[in-house]
């Protein structure tokens, strides 16, 4: 889903944050006894244990969050280990969720066995691909200066797979746990997975409040979103055949989210590719989920006064067509392709000529409506009707240009529109896909 405008034309070109915390109480009460979980536990010991321990470097704090990552047995020791001025408010809670995070990362490379502090020029190519170039989207400068440790592994399993890294804070000479940066991470990563969770569970509802705030537009109604969220749960539920648990996270940072789902179909089912879904961090705080699905319709065929009269790509004679639609109000030659103009519409036939230059049949190739509600494309698209009259019979057509194809056996053909800035529909095309 690309990002929608408020005004009509840019659409046709182009939380109150949620914080993972433990509250933790310890009451006495002779005869009964209260009992923490074991992660609430190290949060309430730890306060007092890290307090006093001495700054430090970047390379210990490098060390500690290295070993929290390769095995879930060191994340307690690794973070009792962390002064509580280096923590940068950052909770148990937190650190051990983040390093789970990256570990399982981690696990497609195999075990990492030392780490290295990325020099300037690698550091800021990384924050470049994280930042991107689109000013809609908030950058990582909000994070203060950091730097970039990366896992590094001597038997690597897969060179090509992501590479596993995560930052350090520092404020001249003087490092720490990049707080705010981890926290924020985990609020992304937690509501693109909840995106992901509506599709699984078929949440419709719950889906349609996750993707409302992309479309800001006049033309995305209620139930215009409604029938995008609908049309996304069906696309998943028929398309997507790997399971969330195999989704390849790509990049992690609290502005830009990125997965790789390794098995969706294509749209005849006979193709297996990947497919990437993005979320990003919009400027006001807001976020976005990138998922470009594709636009799928059956096949379409050309109608007037309400009935089936052409299909795409079949051959007709003179006097079919004739009986079909009537006279032409004109009849024009370029070279083996004839035109008839009737009033509203223009078809096209790559025909045969006679020895008078005459056609006598010819191959449907293609279609214009112009106006007249005489004629429509299948039963449903007609000149005049609005742009929020078509999202609800195909939801995704705004993020394709308003273009899209299907074959039907005798070759493909792409439907097209145009508007006028009212957004009504001024120009229907159904014609034969070139090149």
């Known amino acids: 889903m690309k990002k929608r ?10 939380t109150a944050k949620k914080t993972l ?20 536990i190290i949060d309430f010991f730890s306060s007092g244990l890290n307090v006093s ?10 060390r500690l969050m290295t070993n929290a ?3 879930d047995r060191n994340v307690a020791d690794s973070y009792n280990k962390l002064p509580s001025s280096q923590l940068n408010g950052l909770s148990y809670s937190m650190f051990s969720e983040y ?3 990256l570990r399982k990362c981690s696990q497609e490379h195999g075990t990492a066995d030392s780490f290295r502090i990325l020099n300037e020029t690698d550091k800021q190519q990384y924050f470049a691909a994280i930042d991107g ?10 994070y203060g200066d950091m730097d970039v440790v990366e896992l590094c592994y001597s038997d690597d399993k897969n060179p090509n797979a992501s590479p596993v890294r995560f930052t350090i804070a520092k404020n001249g000479d003087k490092y720490a746990m990049a707080g705010r940066y981890i926290t924020d991470s985990m609020l992304a990563y937690s509501y693109i997975n909840h995106y992901f969770d509506m599709i699984d569970d ?12 992309t479309y800001d537009s006049d033309i995305y109604m209620n139930s215009v979103i409604y029938a995008k969220a609908n049309y996304i ?17 790509k990049l992690f940072a609290p502005t830009h989210i990125t997965y790789v789902i390794p098995e969706v179909l294509s749209g005849e089912g006979d193709k297996i590719f990947s497919k990437k879904v993005e979320l990003r961090l919009q400027r006001d705080g807001s976020f976005y989920v990138q998922d470009d699905i594709p636009v799928i319709i059956n096949e379409l065929r050309f109608f007037g006064d309400g009935e089936s009269k052409l299909r795409m790509g079949s051959t007709y004679t003179k006097e079919e067509i004739i009986a079909l639609l009537g006279e032409p109000v004109i009849v024009s030659y370029d070279e083996n392709v004839v035109i008839l103009t009737y009033s509203g519409m223009t078809i096209r036939l790559n025909a045969e000529l006679d020895k008078d230059y005459e056609w006598t049949t010819g191959r449907l190739s293609s279609i214009v409506l112009r106006k007249d509600d005489r004629f429509t494309i299948g039963e449903e698209l007609f000149i005049g009707m609005n742009v929020s009259e078509l999202l609800l019979i195909y939801p995704m057509f705004d993020e394709c240009d308003f273009t899209a194809s299907f074959q039907n056996g005798d070759g493909e053909f792409v439907l097209s529109f145009q508007f006028d800035d009212f957004g009504n529909v001024t120009r229907i095309r159904l014609g034969e896909a070139v090149g």
């Open 5 to 14: 405008q408020d005004s009509f034309k840019s659409v046709f070109k182009g």
């Open 21 to 40: 915390a433990v509250l933790m109480c310890a009451t006495l009460i002779t005869g009964m006894a209260f009992s923490l979980t074991g992660c609430k």
């Open 53 to 62: 321990l001495n700054s430090l470097s970047e390379t210990e704090l490098a």
């Open 69 to 71: 990552i390769l095995s």
């Open 99 to 101: 390093c789970s995070i």
């Open 133 to 142: 170039t689109d000013n809609d989207f908030q950058t990582l400068d909000v």
């Open 202 to 213: 078929g949440n419709i509802d719950g889906l349609e409040a996750i993707i409302k705030s």
């Open 233 to 249: 749960a069906d696309y998943y539920r028929m398309k997507v055949k790997s399971n969330m648990v195999d989704y390849q996270l």
